[in-house]
C-alpha cells in the first residue's frame, strides 16, 4: 500500500473511461443548460474586469514569499484565478468559508487585501497542503464530516462557501455531506464554488483512475431542475466557448501575462 492511499475493493468490474467530450460530444442535457446562460456568462466576466488592477498585481509565478498566490500554478488555471477574485471583490463577502485550503487561501487572502475588505476566512482542513494558518480568522482542523454544521448557519447572502474536497462520493465523506446535508439547507444568496467539475464533460482520461465522483452528483441536481440553487459560472464549459471567452481579452492580452492557461474548472453557483 502506498503510503497515504487506501484501497477499495469493488465486487462488480467497470471500465472508468470518459463518456462525454474527450473525443465525444458533451452531455446533450448540460451542455444545452450552459449555453442557453452565455449572455449572463458573458455580462459577469465582463463585470469582473472592472476589478482587473488588483489582478494584475498577482505575481506570474511563485514568488519567495510563501503566502503569494500567482497566476501560473498547479492548482488553479487562469479561469478559476479570474473568477475566483472576481467573486470576492463584487460580493464584498462578511465570511469566506472555505472547505480544503492551500492556494486558493492565498488567493483569497490576496483578493481582500487588494480590495481593502474586511471579509473573515474561515478554514476547514484537517491537513492543509500549505502553511495557510495565518492568513484565516479561523481554523478548523478536522475533516468535513466531523464539523458542526451549525457552523454553516452563519453564512448569509453575499458570502461565500468554497469547497474543494475529496471529490469522491462514499458513505460519509467530504462529498457526501457537502451535497446531501450543506449544500441543500444553506441560506438564499451564497456564492457557492465547487472546483474541479468538468461539466458537460466528463473527467479526462489521465484522471480516469482518481476514481473522482461528485460531478455526477451535481450533475443529477442540475438534471432535476435544481431548484435551490442557480447557475452562474461553469469554468469547464467557459473553458471551450470561444465566444465567452473573448470577454477577457484585455485581461489575457496583457504583456505580464504571459503564458497563463486561460481555462479552469471551476463551478459556480448562488442559492436561492
Known sequence: MFKGYYPVFLDYPFVPRPRYGHGKPPHAQLYA??????PEITKLLSEFLKFEDGMRRIPLRKTKHTADPSWINK?????????????????????????????????????IQEEQLRTRILSVDPRPRAEIN???????RRPLEDVDLALF???????????????????????????????????P???????????????????????????????VALLEGHKNFRVL???AFVSQEPDCLEALNPLWNAPGLKG????????WLQTV
Not at 33 to 38: E, I, M, P
Open 75 to 111: 492548482w488553479f488555471a487562469g479561469l478559476d484565478v479570474f473568477a475566483l477574485y472576481g467573486f470576492i471583490a463584487s460580493s464584498k463577502p462578511k465570511l469566506y468559508l472555505e472547505i480544503g485550503s492551500g492556494f486558493s487561501t492565498k488567493l483569497a487572502r490576496q483578493a
Open 233 to 235: 459560472l461553469p469554468n
Open 153 to 187: 448557519k452563519r453564512l448569509n447572502a453575499g458570502d461565500i462557501l468554497f469547497f474543494d474536497g475529496s471529490h469522491r462520493a462514499f458513505m460519509n465523506s467530504d462529498v457526501t455531506v457537502f451535497f446531501l446535508d450543506i449544500l441543500p439547507n444553506l441560506s
Open 189 to 219: 444568496g451564497i456564492f457557492v464554488h465547487i472546483h474541479d467539475i468538468e461539466l458537460p464533460y466528463d473527467y479526462p482520461a489521465e484522471r480516469a483512475h482518481w476514481y473522482y465522483s461528485e460531478q455526477y452528483l451535481l450533475a
Open 260 to 267: 497563463v492557461p486561460k481555462t479552469g474548472n471551476s463551478f
Open 134 to 140: 495565518p492568513l484565516c480568522d479561523e481554523l478548523f
Open 33 to 38: 443548460q450552459f449555453a442557453a446562460l452565455k
